[in-house]
């Protein structure tokens, strides 16, 4: 069956400081990968998404960045974390566009 | 652009109501429609899908269906119980995207 793995589960950092999320799929081929933000009161939105290695689209102007070095790794990154970047961080993965996308635990992300 | 609306934003019932959770959407074009439930501090759990194509899906005490041309669809809970307590979320997928609602979060009385 498939899993998928994010970490760190939650992560206080102060702002200015660099950021690294990971996240891993585990029991599935090429899957398409999602990365989400929930901040409080905003709902969730789509930040990255990626149909395969190297393969980054962005659907918001931000401060961070991803990456997908391996097939089933996919990364959120920053250089330098600013307070509006606090929020809840899900990753996702689907077989296909058309098809269920199934999230990750989340990392709660503070910035101070 | 989509924009999906939950409502209610809350509810809370009783143990053992029926109770019906809605969500709407601006643009029909959509390739399909999933609802998810969230329990506070954690990630999304998917809990049906349905393809634009189908009216409805069923799984156990959840029954969702999709109205796709009026934009809306609706997530029917049985005999509902404490431990259904949680925020439930539709989202839309269309391109290559998929847009939540705000949720609707609720709470079951023993």
């Known amino acids: 069956s498939q899993t998928i793995h994010q970490w760190p589960a939650t992560l206080v950092q102060p702002v200015g400081s660099p950021l690294s999320l990971e996240c891993t799929v585990e029991?599935?081929?090429?899957?398409?990968l999602y990365w989400y933000r929930q901040a409080a009161g905003r709902g969730l939105q789509l930040l990255f998404y990626?149909?395969?290695?190297?393969?980054i689209s962005s659907e918001v102007p931000q401060n961070l960045s991803a990456s997908r070095p391996q097939d089933r790794q996919f990364i959120l990154s920053s250089k330098k974390l600013l307070l509006s970047d606090s929020g809840f961080y899900l990753c996702?993965?689907?077989?296909?566009?058309?098809?269920?996308?199934?999230f990750g635990d989340g990392t709660r992300l503070s910035i101070l | 652009k989509q924009e999906v609306t939950q409502i209610p934003a809350a509810l809370s019932v009783p143990e053992g109501e029926n109770l019906v959770l809605n969500c709407s959407f601006t643009?029909?074009?959509?390739?399909?429609l999933q609802w998810f439930r969230q329990d506070p501090g954690k990630g999304l759990t998917s809990l049906l899908l349905?393809?634009?194509?189908?009216r409805e899906q069923t799984s156990g005490r959840l029954n969702a269906s999709l109205d796709k041309s009026s934009g809306r669809s609706t997530l029917y809970i049985a005999a509902s119980q404490p431990g259904d307590s949680a925020t439930y979320l539709c989202?839309?997928?269309?391109?290559?995207?998929?847009?939540f609602g705000g949720g609707t979060r609720l709470m079951v009385k023993p």
């Open positions: 996702a993965w689907s077989v296909g566009r058309k098809q269920p996308q199934h």
């Open positions: 029991g599935t081929s090429n899957p398409n």
């Open positions: 990626s149909v395969g290695i190297g393969q």
């Open positions: 643009d029909s074009a959509i390739y399909n």
């Open positions: 349905i393809q634009s194509s189908q």
């Open positions: 989202a839309v997928y269309a391109g290559n995207m998929l847009t």
